[in-house]
Nanobody
């Protein structure tokens, strides 16, 4: 059973940056085969797929994240990152790390596609 734990959330001013991390444990397969990503959910809104990185290292972003967010992974540390720059109040949400062994070559923001979810980390963008 894959276990995911996010960190790095917090309060940041508009225009600022945060880097979220998600460490995985409890897996029996090689971490590098997992396809990873980040969702977010703002109060009163539906959960949104923000960014994804597959086992080949291909990355995909929601339109709202393109040009501002960067997803990366370090398979030696069993960790996926989300670097978020130029944050705005609209980025305020709980951010969730996700993983699946299924391979997706394209942007796939369907919740049910991901088997494993972290508990989330809160990001608040406010002055």
């Amino acid at each position: 059973q894959l276990h995911l734990v996010e960190s790095g959330g917090g309060l940041v001013q508009p225009g600022g940056s945060l880097r979220l991390s998600c460490v995985a444990s409890g897996f029996t397969s090689d971490y590098s085969i997992y396809n990873l990503g980040w969702f977010r959910q703002a109060p009163g809104k539906e959960r949104e797929g923000v960014s994804f990185i597959n086992s080949d290292g291909d990355t995909h972003y929601a339109d709202s994240a393109k040009g501002r967010f960067t997803i990366s992974r370090d398979n030696t540390k069993n960790t996926v990152y989300l670097q978020m720059n130029s944050l705005s109040p609209e980025d305020t949400a709980d951010y969730y790390c996700v993983a699946t062994k299924s391979y997706y070559s394209d942007y796939n923001p369907v919740h049910a596609s991901y088997d494993y979810w972290g508990p989330g980390t809160q990001v608040i963008v406010s002055s």
